[in-house]
């Protein structure tokens, strides 16, 4: 299939503005991660993240308030994981895009890309061998088939990088 779509604007601005004051909230309980994918070996530091929804469970109270509401919009039938990640531009040492599929065992999946700040870093798909780089700007959303390989590509200049990650079907 390879599909994708981008859709500027995509949450109403209080309904943005109290996700992304959550997520950059100084009290945000962020996890670091070491690699970006599972099966990566790239050379960098890692990231942070957090849970809301992994692994059939619920992990976290905001994933009522604040997720269920972006999964109705989005008209998914059932949710595999939702996270927000932190990218933290000191950590990268390598700039190569490490290209992968978030659940490439399930069937018919999507992945939605919401970002939660502007920046100079941003989104890479590689659909039959073409590179489509989409950049970061705040409120943008990134829909696409899970048969997409993507990449997050690094912020050079601005220091951090934040963005909320949903698998579903």
């Given at each position: 299939m390879h599909e994708y779509t981008v859709v500027d604007n995509f949450?109403?601005?209080t309904e943005y503005e109290k996700?992304?004051?959550?997520?950059?909230?100084?009290?945000?309980?962020?996890?670091?991660?070491?690699?970006?994918?599972?099966?990566?070996?790239?050379?960098?530091?890692?990231?942070?993240?957090?849970?809301?929804?992994?692994?059939?469970?619920?992990?976290?109270?905001?994933?009522?308030?604040?997720?269920?509401?972006i999964l109705k919009k989005?008209?998914?039938?059932?949710?595999i994981e939702a996270r927000a990640n932190l990218?933290?531009?000191?950590?990268w040492l390598n700039c190569k895009p490490s290209y992968h599929l978030d659940y490439k065992h399930i069937l018919y999946n999507k992945t939605s890309i919401l970002n939660l700040t502007s920046c100079d870093g941003g989104t890479l798909l590689k659909i039959e061998d073409k590179e489509i780089k989409i950049n970061s700007v705040e409120?943008?959303?990134?829909?696409?088939t899970g048969d997409v390989f993507h990449s997050t590509?690094?912020?050079?200049?601005?220091?951090?990088?934040?963005?909320?990650?949903?698998?579903?079907?």
């Open positions: 949450l109403e601005k996700l992304k004051s959550l997520i950059l909230s100084s009290e945000f309980p962020w996890r670091k991660r070491n690699h970006l994918t599972g099966d990566s070996k790239e050379d960098n530091i890692g990231y942070f993240t957090y849970n809301f929804f992994n692994n059939f469970n619920v992990r976290s109270p905001e994933f009522e308030t604040h997720i269920i509401p989005l008209k998914a039938f059932s949710v990218f933290i531009k000191e950590f409120n943008r959303l990134i829909t696409m590509f690094k912020n050079k200049k601005t220091d951090l990088r934040y963005v909320l990650n949903l698998n579903y079907f």
